[in-house]
């Protein structure tokens, strides 16, 4: 069986265009759907594209803290590891969080 590894460059490279990818369809969301009359794709595209750009951005930005800030000398795929998984839980909570305030549940004494 044949594994192709992936560089730390290929990786980020991956990652920014997936972000702008992701910014883009978020854009075109926001443009040209009309939530008032397909309100169940509209909201659920922007959740989904805003998900994909906070996962992304919060992934490069926490790897470069672990590493450059922090210096932790774990293996380098192990902070990749752990900064996409925290990323997809914080992606998750602020979309979730989203989801609260369209729906007006999100108050400062809910919190």
Same mark, same amino acid.
């Given at each position: 069986?044949?594994?192709? +590894?992936?560089?730390? &460059?290929?990786?980020? @490279?991956?990652? @920014?265009?997936?972000?702008?990818? %992701?910014?883009?369809?978020? +854009? *075109? =969301? @926001?443009? $040209?759907?009309?939530?008032?009359?397909?309100?169940?794709?509209?909201?659920?595209?922007?959740?989904?594209?805003?998900?994909? +750009?906070?996962?992304?951005?919060?992934?490069?930005?926490?790897?470069?803290?672990?590493? &450059? +800030?922090?210096? $932790?000398?774990?293996?380098?795929?192990?902070? =990749? &590891?752990?900064?996409?998984? $925290?990323?997809?839980?914080?992606?998750?909570? =602020?979309?979730?969080? *989203?989801?609260? $305030?369209? %729906?007006?549940?999100?108050?400062?004494?809910?919190?």
């Amino acid at each position: 069986m044949y594994h192709t +590894i992936m560089t730390l &460059k290929q990786y980020f @490279t991956a990652l @920014t265009i997936g972000i702008l990818l %992701a910014f883009l369809s978020l +854009i *075109l =969301v @926001t443009v $040209q759907i009309n939530p008032e009359t397909n309100f169940v794709w509209g909201p659920l595209l922007f959740y989904v594209s805003f998900f994909f +750009i906070v996962v992304g951005i919060y992934a490069i930005i926490g790897f470069l803290w672990r590493v &450059k +800030i922090l210096k $932790q000398t774990d293996v380098l795929f192990r902070q =990749v &590891k752990k900064t996409y998984r $925290q990323g997809c839980i914080f992606g998750f909570l =602020v979309v979730f969080a *989203l989801i609260l $305030q369209h %729906a007006q549940l999100l108050r400062w004494w809910s919190m």
